[in-house]
C-alpha cells in the first residue's frame, strides 16, 4: 500500500490528512464520478534538489479536463503549482508523486449538479516503479483485455476524469487475474488504444509508433515527452491507428506514463516481442527520460519545476536591524511585469535573505506568476494580470515562495556556484500587460 503523506493541500491550505477524509459521504464525485485529477512525479536531482517534471503541463491537463466536465475549480491554476511544492515539503517527500484531484463537494444530488462546491486537493506520497521492480530493466508482460475504451462521443479522451477509469481499473483487475502485468485496451474500432494508465509505442524497422490522439487515448505528457526526444535522437516517429498485429509483430514495444515512466513489453498475449528483451530504442529513449525527469537534460529547462527547502520568510539586514519586507507588488506595463530577481534587490541591501520564501507574501498586490502556457479560461479569467503564458514565454528561472520553474542557464548555474548563492535568480521574460493584450485583441477583431 502507498505510504500516503499525512499532509494534503485543500483550496489553499494544508491540512492533516484524516481532517481532510472528514470530506461528505454525498460528496457528489463520490457517487457520479465526475471528477478530475493528475498524476505528476517529482524527482530527487543528481545534486539533491526536489524537481516536479512538467508541473505546468500536468495543471493545465486538469484544467482542462474540468473545462470539459463543466467544473469550476475555485483556485487558480498557480495555487496548485504550488500547492504541489508545499505538499511535497510538508511531507518531507524528496521525489514522490503528488495527485490533484478536483471534486464535486456535497450539494444537489441526483445527476444534474448545481451550485455544489468545488474541492481542490493535491496528496503526494512516496512511488517507486509503478510496475513492478525489475519492470524498467526486464520488460512486462501485457495483455489484451476484453474491455475496451469508450468511443470516442462517449466519454472525453482528453480528459483525466475520476469515473473514466473504471474500465482501466476493469481491464487491469482482468489481466492481474489471468497473471499478467498490464491490460491494453482496443479501442471502438479494433484498434490499439492504449495501456489502463499509459501510452503505447511500437518500434518496426527503426520507426517509432504510437496510436495518434485522434483516437481514443489520454494525451499523455510522458507521451509527448517519448516524442520530442526521438525526434531529437533522430528516430523517425509516426503517429497512426495501429491494428493488434502490428504490435504482435514489433521489434520493440514499450508503455509510457507519468507512473510507469518508459516500461518496455517483453511479452503481448503470449507472443514474445522482438527478441524479449529490451531494444535499443527503448532502452535509448528510456536514457534519455531519466536524464530528462531528473534534471541532467539541459535542453529542456521549461520542463522542470524546482521546490526549493522550507526556508525563512524574507529577511532584510539593513542599518536598523532585521526587518521584514513585503514582496514587491507586480506593476503594470509589460517590462515591469517581469519581477526583480529577488526583492531586496534594488532596494539599497545586500541580498542575503533566501529567495524562497516558505510563507506567501502579504498584501493585496500579489499575484503568482503563473507558469502555465494558455492554461484556461478560468485561469486566465483570475489572472489579474491578464496575460497568458505561451511556452516561449515560460520563465527560464523563476523563483517565487518554495517553487521555482525551469532551471538556470548553464551560464547562470556556473555563476551561481562560483558565488556559492544558494537561492535561483528569477528573471521572467517580458509578457504582455492586460492592456497590451486587450489592444492586440481590439486589433484582431478589427481586421
Ligand atoms: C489512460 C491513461 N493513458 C495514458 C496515461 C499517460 O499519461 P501521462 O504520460 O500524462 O501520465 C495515463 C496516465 O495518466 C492514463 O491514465
Same mark, same amino acid.
Given at each position: 500500500?502507498? =505510504?500516503?503523506? #499525512?499532509? *494534503?493541500? $485543500?483550496?489553499?491550505?494544508?491540512?492533516?490528512?484524516?481532517?481532510?477524509?472528514?470530506?461528505?459521504? $454525498?460528496?457528489?464525485?463520490?457517487? !457520479?464520478?465526475?471528477?478530475?485529477?493528475?498524476?505528476?512525479?517529482? !524527482?530527487?536531482? &543528481? =545534486?539533491? &534538489?526536489?524537481?516536479?517534471?512538467?508541473?505546468?503541463?500536468?495543471? @493545465?491537463?486538469? !484544467? &482542462?479536463?474540468?473545462?470539459? *466536465?463543466m467544473i469550476e475549480p475555485t483556485v487558480t491554476a498557480e495555487a496548485v503549482c504550488q500547492g504541489c511544492a508545499e505538499v511535497l515539503r510538508e511531507n518531507q517527500l524528496t521525489e514522490g508523486y503528488l495527485r490533484p484531484l478536483v471534486i464535486l463537494g456535497e450539494g444537489a444530488m441526483g445527476l444534474y449538479p448545481q451550485g455544489n462546491p468545488v474541492l481542490t486537493f493535491v496528496a503526494a506520497w512516496a512511488w517507486g516503479t509503478y510496475l513492478g521492480q525489475d519492470a524498467l530493466e526486464r520488460g512486462i508482460r501485457c495483455k489484451i483485455s476484453s474491455y475496451v475504451r469508450p468511443h470516442l462521443n462517449s466519454g472525453f479522451s482528453r480528459g483525466k476524469l475520476t469515473g473514466q477509469y473504471i474500465i482501466s481499473v476493469m481491464a487491469k483487475r482482468e489481466v492481474k487475474i489471468a497473471g499478467y502485468d498490464e491490460a491494453l485496451l482496443l479501442d471502438a474500432n479494433g484498434m490499439l488504444a492504449e495501456g489502463s494508465g499509459e501510452n503505447v509505442f511500437i518500434v518496426r524497422d527503426g520507426v517509432l509508433i504510437t496510436p495518434s490522439l485522434t483516437s481514443s487515448? $489520454?494525451?499523455?505528457?510522458?507521451?509527448?515527452?517519448?516524442?520530442?526526444?526521438?525526434? &531529437?535522437e533522430g528516430i523517425p516517429v509516426l503517429e497512426q491507428p495501429l491494428p493488434r498485429d502490428a504490435l504482435l509483430l514489433a521489434d520493440e514495444a514499450f508503455l509510457t506514463g507519468t507512473a510507469a515512466e518508459i516500461t518496455p513489453v517483453r511479452e503481448v498475449d503470449d507472443r514474445t516481442i522482438g527478441s524479449g528483451s529490451v531494444g535499443p530504442i527503448t532502452r535509448r529513449l528510456q536514457e534519455r527520460y531519466f536524464a530528462a525527469v531528473r534534471g541532467a537534460e539541459p535542453n529542456h529547462p521549461q520542463w522542470l519545476t524546482r521546490v526549493c527547502a522550507k526556508s525563512r520568510p524574507l529577511q532584510a539586514r539593513s542599518r536598523t536591524g532585521p526587518r521584514s519586507l513585503a514582496w514587491p507588488a507586480p506593476?503594470?506595463? #509589460?517590462?515591469? $511585469? @517581469?519581477?526583480?530577481?529577488?526583492?531586496?534587490?534594488? @532596494?539599497?541591501?545586500?541580498?542575503? #535573505?533566501?529567495a524562497c520564501a516558505s510563507s506567501k507574501p502579504r498584501g493585496k498586490a500579489w499575484r503568482f506568476p503563473c507558469p502555465i502556457p494558455a492554461a484556461g479560461g478560468w485561469t486566465s479569467a483570475r489572472n489579474t494580470a491578464g496575460w497568458r503564458a505561451t511556452p516561449r514565454a515560460l520563465p527560464r528561472c523563476w523563483c517565487a515562495p518554495g517553487i521555482s520553474t525551469a532551471s538556470p542557464s548553464p551560464r547562470i548555474a556556473s555563476a551561481k556556484r562560483a558565488s556559492g548563492a544558494s537561492s535561483?535568480?528569477?528573471?521572467?521574460?517580458?509578457?504582455?500587460?492586460?492592456?497590451?493584450?486587450?489592444?492586440?485583441?481590439?486589433?484582431?477583431t478589427a481586421r
Open positions: 500500500m502507498a =505510504n500516503i503523506g #499525512a499532509k *494534503v493541500w $485543500l483550496d489553499g491550505k494544508i491540512i492533516d490528512r484524516v481532517d481532510a477524509a472528514r470530506v461528505s459521504l $454525498l460528496t457528489h464525485t463520490l457517487h !457520479y464520478g465526475v471528477g478530475a485529477f493528475e498524476g505528476i512525479r517529482a !524527482y530527487r536531482s &543528481e =545534486n539533491g &534538489e526536489t524537481i516536479i517534471f512538467r508541473l505546468s503541463e500536468h495543471i @493545465r491537463r486538469l !484544467y &482542462e479536463s474540468c473545462r470539459l *466536465v487515448i $489520454l494525451a499523455g505528457i510522458t507521451r509527448a515527452t517519448v516524442l520530442t526526444l526521438a525526434r &531529437e506593476r503594470r506595463s #509589460a517590462r515591469r $511585469l @517581469r519581477p526583480r530577481a529577488h526583492p531586496l534587490r534594488g @532596494r539599497g541591501t545586500r541580498a542575503s #535573505a533566501p535561483c535568480r528569477a528573471s521572467l521574460p517580458r509578457r504582455s500587460s492586460a492592456r497590451t493584450s486587450a489592444r492586440w485583441q481590439a486589433r484582431t
